[in-house]
């Protein structure tokens, strides 16, 4: 398996741009995790969803951060308009029922909001 | 939701054993402890998970006390490579909502 892949590793982008990150998670996983990652802040969870269905979105910031997941393999986490405080790693992650905290993660998106 | 708390960091050097303790004193009876690994410019790496008293693999030990309100993270022989920032969180694995602490970083030294 090819683990969690996330598009792209890297954005850059300006103030007020729209920014889609994009996450494949492990087939067979039915829990899909997005997290945001800075120096101050640290590890933290945006929203997850459990067989397509967020359950959990209250990580998410503010409305500019939208998250969907239309289908068991796919999932987009949207910023509309970006700011430069957005300016973070993004990381997915998937994991499967059953077995308690083990998430898998993606290799994160680096996104710079100029 | 139960809370960790960690050392903020921890030094060592090459083939010593290291052990970090997480105290996790709101633990609830379902809720699993579960440490994680993480280098650099990479996403977290699930190390060990466990429930009660000990699990091992190939890469560490946990050890949990029959209170479960605190666990142990052991690594054997530590090598340059174990440099990371090793977390520690508890949850039910299933309708929860995972949050890692600071985390402690453990600098490995030759």
């Known amino acids: 398996d090819a683990g969690v892949i996330q598009s792209p590793r890297h954005e850059v982008t300006e103030m007020g741009q729209e920014v889609t990150l994009r996450c494949k998670p492990i087939?067979?996983?039915?829990?899909l995790f997005w997290y945001r990652q800075t120096m101050m802040r640290g590890l933290e969870l945006l929203i997850y969803?459990?067989?397509?269905?967020?359950?959990?979105d209250s990580g998410m910031p503010e409305d500019r951060f939208s998250a969907k997941m239309p289908n068991a393999s796919f999932s987009t986490l949207k910023i509309q308009p970006s700011e430069p405080r957005d300016s973070a790693v993004y990381f997915c992650?998937?994991?499967?029922?059953?077995?308690?905290?083990?998430?898998?993660f993606g290799p994160g998106t680096r996104l710079t909001v100029l | 939701l139960a809370k960790t708390t960690q050392p903020i960091s921890m030094d060592s050097y090459e083939g010593q054993e290291v052990n970090i303790t997480c105290s996790h004193n709101?633990?609830?009876?379902?809720?699993?402890i579960t440490w994680y690994q993480q280098f650099p410019s990479q996403g977290p790496r699930f190390i060990i998970q466990?429930?009660?008293t000990k699990v091992t693999n190939e890469v560490a030990s946990l050890f949990i006390p029959a209170d479960r309100k605190s666990s142990t993270l052991s690594l054997p022989r530590v090598s340059l490579s174990d440099t990371a920032v090793y977390y520690c969180?508890?949850?039910?694995?299933?309708?929860?909502?995972?949050?890692f602490g600071a985390g402690t970083r453990l600098f490995v030294k030759a």
């Open positions: 992650a998937s994991s499967e029922s059953g077995r308690g905290n083990e998430q898998f």
């Open positions: 087939s067979g996983h039915d829990y």
């Open positions: 969803f459990n067989n397509n269905v967020p359950i959990d």
């Open positions: 709101n633990i609830a009876t379902n809720d699993y």
């Open positions: 466990g429930y009660k």
């Open positions: 969180l508890v949850g039910d694995g299933g309708g929860f909502k995972t949050i």
